[in-house]
């Protein structure tokens, strides 16, 4: 057997996706769409695997050089696209002695290779197409022999769809007949071969395995469509194999700031939520990654993350344990006794420790996906201008300019640079992303963890809007948290505690960035409520520094700000 993989296609219903990877190295749980075929094939007895190749061909052909299969794979470069029927007639050296069964490389199908060939060569016709019933794209007429008497248009003159036709699903055998109806060059449609040959007497055979499951993959709610549902059957066969047919259940999950979307899913008693990215939307780390990369290695160090199950990067999906829905925030807000709540943040903070020495140890920077480090430019930018644009001039509407306080930034990134020691920073440590389990603490949303020093992780913590704690126990949590890490590491707990502020400082600039971008452009207001507790917190937080260290800023924060927000309530 002989098989030729239709891999050159653009991709241009997937794009931008498309743009930065082949659509046959699009990954179906883990897996690239072009190994999976690959295998199948050579597991139906194929001995040459035919690979054309046009768009991104490098990275296909890279990847190819980089498996080992059972077959004789033979990639077969097109410099200028020349379609299926030009492929075919492109390879027609490798096999014209042969049946040539060819297969695009984007699809999902059960189809049985072996099967379909068998069927081929007891027909004894010059092709054979394998057909099946599919609404959106059924174009081809059946008789009731099972001979291909047609191609026809998608849809009838009036807008609807014959009821006898049926899908061709591209995958097909077929002899040296077809190659005098193939122009001799350029591009070329294996379709149009097929009719010439019909109109010239000959017969097609139509293979209809029933039943059959066939996808075709190329816009990205089929490609997604058909990743979600295949890592769901695996992953809930592989948890408990007695519910392996039990029907799944999705239920859809609030989000909070992030774009992505998350689900309860349920199969039987098998319980987990699921967390998805969208596809990878560059060649770049991407957010999925860094996720399952950061929280593999949290959870090989023993911290308290949720198991990931499975998981598909490209597809932007991750399977992982179930918390339920509790987090501090709530568990805080339906707490009486301010003595437990301390309890709570002191077992929090012992945490918060065990994460930045355990979670550093090993941890590789290439797992993160916006910066190897908390550093100079993220305190500037992501923070300090952040601030300016997003929520003095984005929510506030003032017109201020970042120079005015870029003096004053600089002199805060200088400090915080300086911090040690560095460890694991998860870098948004803050109520709603710590849930609550059988009076258990458990972190999630570590995707934007990197280097960075555990003050700023406490900062997170403490000035958090969301549960707005009390100025005297974030002191005396702050104490609590300086004297565990001079036990841990020797540094002096009265220096932790001085730098402690700059860190707070550059969390509340990015606090209220943040509100301001997702309040005014995501359009998400109901983060509107806790700026007021941010403001506070910010003033709070200046008025410990020396009056000439931060002016500006606390200027900024104690009149322009108290004035603006004040407008803009009263407008709204």
């Given at each position: 057997m002989i098989a030729l993989v239709l891999a050159a296609g653009f991709g241009t219903r997937l794009?931008?996706?498309t743009d930065h990877t082949p659509k046959p190295l699009f990954t179906l749980n883990g897996r690239p769409l072009l190994d999976i075929m690959i295998r199948r094939l050579t597991a139906a007895g194929a001995d040459t695997v035919i690979v054309n190749t046009h768009h991104h061909h490098r990275q296909i052909e890279d990847f190819l050089h980089g498996q080992c299969y059972a077959a004789?794979?033979?990639?077969?470069?097109?410099?200028?696209?020349?379609?299926?029927?030009?492929?075919?007639?492109?390879t027609a050296d490798i096999w014209r002695s042969h049946p040539l069964l060819v297969v695009n490389s984007d699809i999902e199908t059960d189809i049985d290779f072996q099967a379909l060939y068998r069927f081929h060569l007891d027909q004894d016709r010059p092709a054979t197409l394998a057909l099946c019933r599919h609404p959106a794209f059924d174009s081809v007429a059946v008789d009731h022999q099972g001979h291909v008497i047609g191609f026809q248009e998608a849809t009838d003159t009036d807008g609807r769809r014959p009821s006898d036709l049926m899908t061709f699903t591209g995958i097909q055998v077929l002899t040296d007949t077809i190659l005098p109806y193939i122009p001799s060059e350029g591009f070329a449609s294996s379709i149009d071969a097929y009719r010439a040959m019909l109109a010239d007497g000959h017969r097609l055979s139509a293979y209809i395995p029933d039943p059959l499951r066939w996808s075709d993959l190329g816009t990205p709610e089929r490609y997604q469509t058909a990743a979600?549902?295949?890592m769901t059957a695996h992953v809930l066969g592989r948890i408990?194999?007695?519910h392996r047919s039990a029907p799944a259940e999705w239920q859809p999950l609030p989000g909070d700031g992030s774009d992505r979307r998350w689900y309860r899913l349920r199969g039987g008693p098998t319980r987990m939520v699921v967390a998805d990215h969208g596809i990878k939307p560059s060649a770049d780390t991407c957010e999925a990654e860094a996720f399952v990369a950061i929280g593999s290695h949290l959870h090989r160090q023993g911290l308290p993350v949720p198991r990931i199950y499975l998981e598909d990067t490209f597809a932007g999906l991750v399977f992982m344990e179930d918390l339920?829905?509790?987090?501090?925030?709530?568990?805080?807000?339906?707490?009486?006794?301010?003595?437990?709540?301390?309890?709570?943040?002191?077992?929090?903070?012992?945490?918060l420790l065990d994460m930045a020495i355990a979670g550093g140890q090993g941890f590789n920077p290439d797992w993160a996906y916006q910066t190897r480090r908390y550093d100079r430019n993220?305190?500037?930018?992501?923070?300090?201008?952040?601030?300016?644009?997003?929520?003095?001039?984005?929510?506030?509407?003032?017109?201020a300019a970042y120079d005015t306080v870029a003096p004053e930034c600089r002199h805060l990134a200088d400090v915080i640079m300086a911090i040690e020691p560095v460890g694991f920073m998860h870098?948004?440590?803050?109520?709603?992303?710590?849930?609550?389990?059988?009076?258990?603490?458990?972190l999630i949303d570590f995707q934007g963890g990197r280097i960075g020093p555990p003050h700023y992780d406490l900062a997170s913590l403490l000035i958090d809007p969301y549960v707005d704690l009390p100025q005297a126990l974030q002191n005396t949590l702050l104490v609590y948290f300086a004297d565990q890490l001079q036990k841990r590491t020797g540094l002096s707990a009265g220096l932790t505690q001085r730098v402690y502020r700059y860190c707070a400082l550059a969390r509340n600039l990015q606090?209220?960035?943040?509100?301001?971008?997702?309040?005014?452009?995501?359009?998400?207001h109901q983060f509107s409520r806790y700026i007021p507790a941010a403001v506070e917190s910010l003033q709070h937080g200046l008025a410990m520094f020396d009056r000439g260290e931060f002016p500006r800023l606390t200027t900024i924060a104690n009149q322009t700000i108290p004035e603006n927000l004040t407008l803009r309530t009263s407008r709204h």
């Open positions: 794009r931008p996706y004789n794979i033979i990639t077969r470069h097109e410099p200028v696209i020349l379609g299926t029927g030009g492929a075919i007639r492109n979600r549902d295949i408990d194999p007695s339920g829905s509790e987090n501090l925030q709530t568990r805080v807000q339906a707490s009486s006794h301010l003595s437990t709540i301390e309890t709570d943040y002191r077992r929090l903070i012992d945490i993220v305190i500037l930018e992501k923070e300090c201008r952040y601030f300016v644009e997003a929520f003095l001039k984005g929510y506030l509407g003032i017109t870098r948004d440590f803050q109520s709603r992303n710590i849930m609550v389990r059988a009076d258990r603490f458990y606090i209220l960035g943040a509100y301001g971008f997702l309040t005014r452009t995501k359009g998400k």
